[in-house]
C-alpha cells in the first residue's frame, strides 16, 4: 500500500511538473510575441482605380514582399492569412512607353494601410511596372438568338424586348473595331402562351483575349397574346394600264384574311387594306388575267393573306 501511495505522488508531482513547464513556456512565447521584429513577408496586390482609357494586360505582378517592424503576433497573423495592399494605377507615369510607380508613390499607399504598430522599412523593388495597354471603347447592339413556338392561336405583341439594348466593349482597337453586333446564346421556348421573360447569357466572338464586355447577360422577354382571323373584303385597284382605257376586274373585290388580337380586330375595316393588280406585270394579254398583291396593311397585325392572288379583267376603250 505504501508503495501505492508513493507511486501517485510520485504521478501528481511530473504532472504538477509538466503543467508549471508549459505555463512558462507559453508566458515565454507570449513574451518573445509581444516584441518587435524586423522580416520580410509577401503582399498580394489589388489594382484599382484603372482609368477608362486603360485595361490591366495578363502580364500584371500580383504580389511583392516588402520589409516590416512589427510585434511578432503581427508576424505570426501574416504567416496565416495573406495580407492584401491596395495600388492605385492612377498614380502611375508614363516612362520610356511604360505605365511606372515609383518606390516613393509605392511606399506612400502602402504605408496609408498599414496598422500603427507597423512600420514599412523596404520594398523589393524601386519602382512597380503596370502592364497597361490603350483602349478603345464602342457601344454594340445586342441581338437574340431566340426561336419560340407558340401555341395554336397565340402570338408576340409588339417587338420582343431585350436589355440592355446596347453594351459597351472596351480592347484594343484591332479587335472591337470588326464587331458589329453580340448575340445572345441560342435558346427555344416551346408551346408559349403566356408572357415570357428570360435571363440569357452572351455569345461572345473568339479571339478577343484583350477585350472586355460591360455585362455577359441580357434579359430577352415578350408579351404573349391571344389572337383571332377575319375576312376583308377589299376592292382591286388595277394601277400602270393604258392612256385612254380602263379595267374592269372580275371579281372587282378580293377576301384579305387578317390574323391579329382580337382588339386589333375590332378597329379595323376594308379601308385599312389596298389590293393593287399592276397592267405592266401581264405578260399574256389574252389569258385577262392580272396577279394581286396587298400594297397597305394595318401596322402591328400578325399575318395578311389574300385568299385569291389573281383575277380576270377586261380592258375597255374609253
Known amino acids: 500500500m505504501f508503495k501505492k501511495l508513493l507511486q501517485d505522488l510520485n504521478k501528481r508531482k511530473v504532472k504538477v511538473f509538466l503543467l508549471f513547464l508549459a505555463c512558462s513556456l507559453f508566458a515565454w512565447f ?18 484599382r482605380n484603372v482609368p477608362d482609357t486603360l485595361l490591366l494586360g495578363k502580364n500584371i505582378i500580383d504580389e511583392f514582399e516588402a520589409k516590416l517592424r512589427t510585434s511578432g503576433f503581427q508576424f505570426l497573423y501574416y504567416n496565416f492569412v495573406k495580407k492584401r495592399v491596395n495600388i492605385d494605377v492612377s498614380k502611375a507615369t508614363l516612362q520610356n512607353g511604360r505605365y511606372v510607380l515609383t518606390e516613393d508613390v509605392l511606399k506612400k499607399q502602402i504605408d496609408q494601410q498599414l496598422s500603427q504598430n507597423i ?21 454594340i447592339p445586342v441581338s437574340a438568338n431566340l426561336n419560340v413556338q407558340y401555341e395554336p392561336n397565340y402570338i408576340m405583341e409588339g417587338e420582343l424586348v431585350i436589355s440592355p439594348t446596347h453594351i459597351t466593349v472596351k480592347g484594343p482597337g484591332s479587335e472591337i ?26 455569345a461572345f ?31 382591286v385597284k388595277v394601277v400602270n394600264f393604258p392612256e385612254g ?11 384579305v384574311l387578317c390574323k391579329a388580337t382580337i382588339e386589333q380586330l ?10 393593287v393588280a399592276d397592267y405592266r406585270m401581264v405578260r399574256e394579254p389574252e389569258n385577262n388575267m392580272l396577279f394581286l398583291q396587298v400594297v397597305q396593311e394595318p ?9 385569291e392572288n389573281r383575277v380576270n379583267f377586261v380592258l375597255e376603250q374609253l
Open 299 to 307: 401596322e402591328g397585325v400578325y399575318d395578311v393573306k389574300l385568299l
Open 205 to 235: 466572338p473568339k479571339g478577343l483575349d484583350n477585350t472586355i464586355f460591360s455585362v455577359n447577360r441580357v434579359t430577352v422577354s415578350g408579351k404573349v397574346v391571344k389572337f383571332s382571323e377575319k375576312v376583308f373584303e377589299v376592292p
Open 245 to 255: 382605257y380602263q379595267v374592269k376586274t372580275f371579281p372587282n373585290l378580293v377576301s
Open 30 to 47: 507570449l513574451s518573445n510575441l509581444s516584441e518587435s521584429y524586423e522580416s520580410r513577408t509577401k503582399f498580394t496586390v489589388n489594382y
Open 119 to 139: 512600420s514599412l522599412l523596404d520594398l523589393d523593388r524601386n519602382q512597380l511596372v503596370v502592364d497597361l495597354y490603350q483602349v478603345a471603347s464602342r457601344e
Open 266 to 275: 375590332k378597329g379595323l375595316s376594308s379601308t385599312d387594306f389596298e389590293v
Open 177 to 202: 473595331d470588326t464587331l458589329k453586333q453580340i448575340t445572345t446564346s441560342a435558346i427555344s421556348l416551346e408551346n408559349v402562351s403566356d408572357d415570357f421573360s428570360e435571363e440569357i447569357s452572351l
